[in-house]
């Protein structure tokens, strides 16, 4: 069962949700006595193609045409099943982020390959092809069997483990024929948000809630939340009063969270928001209300004033910091 | 313009999740059932504002039992002017896209909008697996959506770390989240007229499951909070270095 993983770059770099996606398909290869191959698609510099290889994947296929430096799904799919045909690829594993939940689906439709979107663990292999994902929205898991011959697994952010080694992995191009006319989406502007962590890769997030009573009390998060190196979010009564903007929100008709440490000041934990992050490993609440519900979910409490505490703790944080350097 | 909502019956948001038969059953006893949020919230209320700007109609589809019909016609109480439910049990995305893409093909729409997944199953694949199967340009987590109704739609979607503008030739198959528009309370007139607005029940066709769920766990309770004096933060500092080794 030949694997083939989709290592989504982003202007010629790789994040954290390719390595993890490339790492998981090498060990799934692994499992199945296979091999493992990567696809990179658009302007990329070879040096950075070949230290995929880090993650144990021996041979990355890159198609360098420039068009595909704007992102069309729909063409992406269509390389990425040239792709699974010339390697006769029966596993395809995408990173579950905001590109690979686009191609996906379009790669299963081409295929009728069952896909398992939001994998959190390596599949189960005794008796068919078992993974276990996350449902109603990280309040309980489901193992999903992949019925189909050919199968896609997408792994989601920060749930799987990355192994390392210093090997290299050999670039071959790979070549398709692609068109301008093949583009029915046009990308007619891109604007970045520099300097943020995007939340679903962070490992560390900073979240505020209704408790800090104004968009102009954002600073303590935001102070905190650098000390850390972290993200920052918030609950949804803050996105929906636009105090922030709405790609912060995180909970269960936000976006779901599975960072190594949450810490959620001034936010009471209604199950909606719980639902959206209780995948987090520890979970700090700071809150005033000794009875706000977050508490029972978490691992670490504090009851106090957020404005008081908060910057405490920045202070805290920024004096260990110093200290380990 | 015409365009094609499709909605899906989920638990209401807190609502609390168990399972039966052996963990193999979603237990939808004492649940409340709602119109999936973002399919209402931002793929529904958007469309009846492109039908309210530009003229035209909104269609609702929706792939399950004689149990989604209340479901259907919330959604029909907030201006939709009619609904197609496929009666077929919706366990597989494919399998459900196959459903609403037969439906699509013959209703000859301008717009396929879905909303960007559901929270029961989180599968966020239907909306692209329609435009696979129909071959239809789609563009998945859309924070806004203009047209004129000239053939031509302006959508700007999330990517990792930023936004994207970009313009798509219609018909297309756009999935929406926050940002889209604004949540609606359907009004008394429009819930009167819902009972009265077509709900067409049609036949499956043949197409194949490509998944299936064989079971369902919940999460280990958390062992319990360890409570930190607001005075003591250097002592939180060293639990998350030494105990959790998070920082």
């Known amino acids: 069962m030949p694997v083939l993983i989709f290592a989504d770059q982003h202007e010629g770099t790789f994040r954290k949700a390719a390595f993890e996606a490339v790492s998981y398909g090498n060990s799934l290869a692994r499992q199945l006595g296979s091999t493992a191959t990567a696809i ?17 994947v021996p041979k990355v296929l890159h198609h360098t045409n420039s068009l595909l430096d704007h992102f069309d799904p729909a063409v992406y799919a269509k390389v990425i099943c040239q792709a699974v045909e010339q390697e006769s690829a029966e596993v395809i594993v995408f990173s579950h982020n905001f590109n690979g939940k686009a191609i996906a689906p379009l790669v299963s439709a081409r295929l009728k390959a069952g896909w398992v979107a939001g994998a959190l663990a390596l599949p189960d292999t005794s008796s068919g092809f078992v993974v276990k994902k996350g449902v109603f929205s990280g309040k309980a898991f489901a193992q999903v069997k992949v019925l189909s011959e050919k199968k896609i697994v997408s792994v989601n952010p ?89 790609h912060e929100h995180v909970g269960q008709t936000g976006i779901t969270v599975r960072p190594n440490l949450y810490i959620a000041i001034g936010i009471s934990g209604a ?10 490993k520890y979970m700090v609440v700071i809150n005033k209300d000794p009875e706000a519900p977050f508490f029972k979910a978490a691992d670490y409490g504090i009851v106090g004033d957020a404005f008081e505490v908060v910057p405490r703790l920045t202070k805290a944080i920024e004096a260990f910091k110093e200290k380990q350097h | 313009m015409k365009i094609l909502v499709c909605i899906s019956k989920t638990p209401d948001t807190t609502a609390k999740i168990t399972f039966t038969d052996n ?32 003229g035209g109609t909104v269609h609702l589809i929706t792939v399950g039992g004689p149990d989604n019909d209340p479901v259907i016609r919330k959604a029909l109480a907030l201006g939709a002017d009619d609904a197609i439910r496929v009666d077929t049990d919706a366990s597989d995305g494919y399998y459900v896209a196959a459903q609403i893409a037969h439906c699509a093909r013959e209703g000859g729409y301008d717009l396929l909008l879905t909303g960007k997944e559901t929270i029961d199953y989180n599968g966020s694949g239907v909306g692209g697996m329609i435009a696979g199967i129909l071959e239809l340009p789609y563009i998945s987590l859309a924070t806004k959506l203009e047209t004129e109704g000239n053939g031509e739609a302006t959508v700007r979607r999330e990517i990792e770390g930023g936004e994207e503008v970009c313009s798509v030739k219609l018909p297309a198959v756009i999935s929406c989240m926050k940002g889209m528009a604004e949540q609606r ?13 077509p709900l067409k029940v049609v036949e499956p066709v043949d197409a194949d499951k490509l998944t299936e769920i064989i079971s369902f766990t919940l999460p280990e309770p958390k062992s319990g909070i360890k409570m930190i004096a607001p005075d003591n933060v250097e002592e939180l500092v060293r639990l998350l270095h030494e105990e959790a080794k998070v920082i």
């Open chain 1, 40 to 56: 990179v698609l658009g302007t990329c510099e070879e040096q950075n193609i070949r230290a995929l290889g880090n993650f144990g």
């Open chain 1, 271 to 280: 199950i909606q928001h719980l639902a959206g992050v209780n995948g987090s």
């Open chain 2, 185 to 197: 309370i359907a009004n008394v007139r429009n819930i009167m007229m819902a009972g009265r607005k």
């Open chain 2, 23 to 54: 963990n193999t059953k979603f237990d939808e006893q004492g649940v409340q059932f709602i119109v999936n949020p973002s399919d209402e919230w931002y793929a529904l209320v958007r469309a009846l504002e492109l039908k309210e700007a530009l």
């Open chain 1, 158 to 246: 920060n749930s799987v483990p990355v192994e390392k080694t210093d090997q290299q992995a050999e670039v071959i191009p790979f070549d398709s024929q692609i068109q301008e006319s093949d583009f029915k989406v046009k990308v007619t502007a891109t604007e970045t948000l520099s300097g943020t962590v995007p939340l679903p890769e962070a490992e560390i997030i900073v979240s505020g809630g209704r408790g800090l009573k104004g968009p102009e009390n954002w600073g303590i998060v935001e102070d905190l939340a650098k000390a850390l190196g972290a993200g920052t979010a918030c609950s949804r009564p803050v996105a929906d009063s636009g105090w922030r903007p709405h």
